[in-house]
């Protein structure tokens, strides 16, 4: 008893001393401790903060290199050379440098400048000869001009408008011209009326303007008719979005225990997957350095995969200037940024992660809840009689309202190595004014007696068009070099093989330069690529790689010699390759405004180069033709497309095998 007394006293006079020495000790800097784990957490890949892109601009106005009516199209990370980024250590000491991609209009001058961040000087400052993105101020011009031109009242009061009640809506030309440029902006302009009783447009007047020097080209009236509809048949109409039948009871998706990923810095885990988000202002969600850990090591699948561009052609004749490049001609993070609605576009328990962007004055500014990371259920992974696992997927995600439509870019991780790219696409179809309410017995019939779209509503139609999305995918399978592209196609084994007639034959071949890897899918072989490292094989002697297998996919409708096929050229073809070049980044070229023909995928393969034993990037166009039907009117149900990366012998069995049974109620 004496002694536990005397245990027990000593550890109360320890206790004491112990908050004693707790309460007099000085505290911890718990903000030099938060620094030290931000540096430890910087990465060169990260995306520029509102800080650095306010920084930019004001370093080029300080040092008068921009003025104050300079218009920003896009202000970038400027990429570290890759054998940089892949050297590098969690502490390295790093300069961050950013790209200014702006436009002068006192002088029509593009300019493209690289900005030292972190040093806080002008690297370079390029003029760049071309025109920049596009430019609200352009429709203003062409709207002043043309309301003041005595040819262009006469036109429309001949109709029996007022001037002063019509909108004029200038559209870029992107390469459409009937004479020889000389380097000014220009805008295609039409005419269109609306208030709460009717909208309208006049459909055979247009104007071709030089925005640069003022000046109308010309005005060609066709004569034709307006045609009008009643605004309460429009797609927004709030009344016709009402629910009209009851809500389903509640079903619950939870993670009471947490999600099962984990983010440090702009670097995620999950389920043996490695990978960075990136950021960026022209192309919106880019994946670096994706990798997988196999054995306590993590082998190199992607250094940098996001969207390279996105084209939109309609296919109306008479509304030959409705296209869209709405990557370079507007910014999918600065025109299109747009926030996670949770519960509705992800789950609510998804993360949410906020991204700065630069706008057209150079300011910064936050895109809230601008990416969506979150696990979701993906069914049955693999089952065999009463053995089986449930698939849990993890998906990337960042959402864009380009104009009428809406785009969800998913890229979506499997248990069984597979990488998933899946392009939501809703909102509501572009449509023009017809005359006729009703279709005539036979179904479809447009206005001029062919099928260049689909009455959906009275006096509207929707257009038939196309949705081509240019992916870029810098693979590094198992390593930066010493990649190799094989195409497989599958077909009857040869006769000498297949006596009775049931040999199913795969035949691989090896492209080896830029021109034998423009290729397009082939259902009827069931064509699909692979990239592979020969230097690494599997217990099998097999080369580890990845196949690349198709989704659904467009060829071009527009006629080979028009000017849409011209500046959309990387829609020749479903896959391209080429070898690495960090300054390739946009299948349809860096400037996409005026139509130039010198930039691009087509100019890129022009030299033919090797792709054999090189650091392989693949470019692949994911197409979707939309014949619009009345059942996507007034919004459209998402419609999913694009494409998979699967592991072709980068393992030596299923990955799958290794995920535990999910219990009961987990």
């Not at 060169?44 to 800080?51: F, I, N, Q, S, V």
Request: aromatic share 10%; net charge neutral; charged share 25%.
């Amino acid at each position: 008893m004496i002694r536990t007394l005397a245990l027990l006293a000593s550890f109360l006079v320890c206790l004491n001393v112990c908050f004693s020495q707790s309460a007099t000790s000085p505290p911890k800097d718990e903000k030099a401790e938060a620094e030290a784990k931000a540096k430890l957490l910087r990465h060169p890949l990260d995306p520029l903060t509102e800080d650095e892109i306010k920084l930019v601009s004001k370093l080029l106005l300080d040092g008068k290199h921009a003025t104050r009516r300079a218009m920003y199209s896009f202000i970038t990370l400027t990429e570290p050379k890759k054998e940089d980024v892949l050297a590098f250590k969690a502490g390295d000491e790093f300069d961050r440098k950013a790209n200014a991609t702006f436009y002068e209009p006192k002088t029509n001058e593009t300019f493209f400048a690289v900005v030292n961040i972190t040093k806080k000087y002008l690297e370079s400052k390029l003029l760049v000869g071309k025109q920049s993105t596009n430019d609200y101020n352009d429709s203003n011009i062409a709207d002043r001009l043309l309301r003041v031109d005595p040819r262009w009242i006469a036109a429309v009061k001949k109709r029996g408008l007022d001037p002063i009640e019509v909108d004029i809506y200038g559209m870029s030309n992107r390469g459409y011209l009937d004479f020889k440029s000389d380097g000014s902006r220009y805008v295609l302009a039409v005419t269109v009326f609306g208030d709460r009783v009717e909208h309208g447009e006049v459909p055979d007047l247009r104007a071709l303007i030089n925005v640069t020097k003022r000046q109308i080209i010309w005005i060609r009236d066709g004569g034709g008719p307006i045609f009008r509809s009643d605004p309460d048949n429009g797609a927004q109409n709030e009344e016709r979005l009402e629910p009209t039948r009851p809500a389903p009871k509640p079903l619950k998706m939870t993670q009471p225990e947490g999600a099962s990923f984990t983010i440090e810095g702009n670097e995620v885990k999950w389920q043996n997957w490695r990978f960075r988000i990136g950021a960026d202002p022209r192309v919106g969600l880019v994946l670096y350095t994706v990798g997988y850990e196999d054995g306590g090591k993590v082998r190199s699948i992607l250094y940098r995969a996001s969207l390279s561009e996105l084209f939109v052609p309609y296919g109306d004749p008479s509304y030959f200037m409705v296209h869209w490049f709405d990557a370079g001609e507007f910014g999918m993070n600065t025109a299109f940024k747009s926030s996670f609605v949770p519960g509705n576009d992800a789950p609510d328990y998804a993360k949410f992660l906020s991204v700065a962007v630069n706008d057209d004055e150079g300011k910064a500014r936050m895109a809230r809840n601008s990416i969506a990371i979150y696990e979701q259920d993906g069914g049955i992974l693999w089952r065999h009689g009463g053995d089986s696992r449930r698939s849990r997927q993890l998906v990337l995600a960042m959402i864009h309202q380009a104009g009428n439509y809406d785009y969800n870019f998913k890229w979506i991780f499997h248990q069984d190595g597979t990488l998933e790219q899946q392009t939501d696409l809703s909102g509501y179809m572009e449509t023009r004014n017809v005359a006729r309410t009703t279709d005539p017995d036979g179904g479809h019939a447009a206005a001029n007696g062919g099928v260049f779209g689909t009455l959906v509503a009275p006096n509207i139609e929707a257009t038939n068009h196309q949705h081509f999305f240019s992916f870029r995918l810098d693979m590094d399978v198992d390593g930066q070099v010493k990649n190799q592209l094989t195409e497989m196609n599958v077909g009857p084994a040869p006769e000498k093989l297949n006596a009775q007639g049931n040999g199913i034959f795969m035949t691989p071949t090896l492209l080896k330069t830029e021109d034998a890897a423009k290729r397009n899918v082939n259902m009827a072989s069931h064509r699909c690529w692979v990239v592979s490292n020969p230097a690494v094989k599997n217990k099998f002697n097999q080369p580890s790689g990845y196949m690349l297998i198709p989704g659904e996919t467009a060829v071009p409708y527009s006629k080979p010699n028009s000017f849409l096929r011209q500046i959309s050229g990387f829609t020749e073809h479903q896959l391209w390759a080429t070898p690495y070049d960090p300054k390739q980044l946009y299948s349809a070229g860096e400037f996409v405004q005026d139509g130039s023909l010198d930039d691009g995928l087509p100019i890129w393969t022009k030299g033919n180069r090797s792709i054999e034993f090189e650091d392989v990037v693949l470019y692949y166009t994911v197409g979707v033709t939309h014949i619009p039907r009345i059942e996507d009117w007034p919004m459209m149900s998402s419609h999913h497309a694009g494409f998979k990366l699967v592991p072709a012998g980068f393992f030596s069995s299923n990955p799958g095998v290794g995920v535990p049974p999910t219990k009961p109620g987990g």
